[in-house]
């Protein structure tokens, strides 16, 4: 997206791969299906900055860049910041995901990191609440699982299942990338276009559509939990019934939720 005038160049670059993505299709003979642990999308993002040399962050920092990543329900991005080398920081954040250093030392070390995060969160009463409108409203569905997964399924990931993943959902035609700054988009897309082509002939899995559904709408529940805290909290959730919204057209009806419901409880 050119911003004449703009100082700053991002770019970001999202993969279709979330934590609700909880099983991955592989060719061979008729094909089949394997289940993944929750939490294997935060698991492998968290692996991807990890590099033989060490993290690729200092690389970015070297170039006066902030880089950073984040898992959501239906996808994974990782996003790069900086006022200048913008061909150098497109370069590494290619290297980013297109070079993976996964081995055991690595995997046990980022467990531990997670185990962390999890414990922490679960600290959070807002982030507790949240979870727990979600299974009332989505019971038994992905959606209602914690992003970062718990400390039982993460107990499950392993090498196998990271590599199978990577393979699966890791691949030029299953990601977007998006610049923003004061930039030609014909220049930056030949700049990259030739690191691109030579991952198309790296070996994975073809791509295949998600079957991503959602279980069909119960009756009004109410969900309890006790927690040592002064303050009671109190979370309404509801689904939106319209479905198949894209574009410009999901993006009017969230603003829109979010206007009515910053009207009614005011903003925050």
Known sequence: MPKEGFYRQSALLAVDFGSIDCSVKVPGGNGWEREIPAGTAH????????????????????????????????GTSFFCS??????????????????????????DREREIIFREIQLSEDNLEWISYFHALET??????????????LEEIGKIDLETLELCYRAFYSPPNM????????????????????????????????????RTLPPEGEPLERRRELPVVQPHLTLAFRDRRKGLGGAELLKRELALELLLDILFGPG
């Not at 991807?48 to 006066?64: A, N, V, W």
């Not at 019971?139 to 997964?149: K, Y």
Request: proline share 6%; net charge negative.
């Open 82 to 107: 900086g006022n200048d080398h913008l061909e150098e920081n497109l370069q590494l954040l290619l290297k980013l995901v297109f070079e993976p250093h996964l081995t055991q030392e690595c995997i």
């Open 43 to 74: 698991f492998l993002e968290h692996l991807m900055f990890q590099k033989p040399g060490g993290d690729i962050s200092e690389l970015f920092s070297l170039l006066g860049a902030d880089v950073d990543a984040d898992t959501s329900f239906i």
């Open 137 to 150: 409203i989505f019971p038994g569905h992905p959606l209602s699982t914690d992003i970062a997964g718990n």
């Open 176 to 211: 977007a990338l998006y610049i923003c700054g004061d930039i030609d988009p014909f220049d930056v897309a030949g700049k990259i276009g030739e690191r691109v082509q030579e991952q198309k002939g790296v070996e994975c899995y073809p791509h295949q559509p998600h079957c």
